[in-house]
């Protein structure tokens, strides 16, 4: 079955915009979970969703935000990006006891 | 709060040499554990996990065994290949209704041929 997908994979930005990232989990997972992989800060958790609600967020400034749709797809918006926020953006999908990956979108803030 | 500690790399290693990356960690209750592996330009690949405590999570030759007594999930190998080099990370989630992950900082471990 298909994994984790998201789109775009790879996008430059300039300070001051706007980006918005999506991601699609494992079909028939409904937890869709966001992270930021940065040199500096690793592996950080941004905000978990479960049938359209945010159930948990991460020690992010509000300009990070995200939502689910009613198909589990999930996006994440960062605005007014800083050169900070270049990081690589990883999706989850939660299965029984398990937490898959995608790919990651590569966001470079320039 | 939850914590993860993993050793510090890089680990360099000859072919077919053991792999042992030690991993500890904090957390209230009964996490379950898991480790990912990141490949070059890559996201992460779950490489095994383990659930309960004495649970022995085993995938590709690599194995890591749920110890609570001493708070640690170390990973190994006993023979590793070339195509291992990567970023390994060692990560636990509280369970519940909460599926965060927190992770260790990562391990980077390079196979010479």
């Known amino acids: 079955k298909a994994g984790v997908t998201q789109t775009p994979r790879y996008l430059i930005k300039t300070r001051g915009q706007q980006v918005t990232l999506s991601c699609s989990p494992i079909?028939?997972?409904?937890?869709v979970s966001w992270y930021q992989q940065t040199p500096g800060q690793g592996l950080q958790f941004l905000f978990e969703y479960f049938s359209e609600t945010q159930r948990n967020k991460g020690n992010f400034p509000g300009r990070f935000s995200g939502r689910q749709f009613s198909n589990s797809r999930s996006e994440m918006n960062v605005s007014t990006l800083e050169l900070g926020d270049s990081a690589l953006y990883l999706c989850a999908s939660r299965g029984f006891h398990t937490i898959y990956f995608g790919e990651g979108s590569w966001l470079t803030v320039v | 709060g939850d914590s993860v500690t993993q050793m510090e790399g890089p680990v360099t290693l000859s072919e077919e040499a053991f792999l042992t990356i030690n991993c500890t960690y904090t957390a209230t209750g009964y996490p379950s554990l898991f480790w990912y592996v990141q490949y070059p330009g890559e996201g992460l690949q779950l490489l095994l996990k383990a659930t309960k405590a004495d649970d022995k999570g085993s995938n590709k030759g690599f194995e890591a065994t749920y110890r609570k007594e001493t708070t640690s999930f170390h990973l190994e190998k006993g023979s590793v290949q070339v195509s291992d080099s990567a970023v390994y990370f060692c990560?636990?989630?509280?369970?519940?209704?909460?599926?965060?992950?927190?992770f260790g900082k990562g391990t980077l471990l390079t196979v010479n041929p």
């Open positions: 990560a636990l989630s509280d369970g519940g209704s909460n599926y965060k992950l927190t």
């Open positions: 079909s028939g997972h409904r937890s």
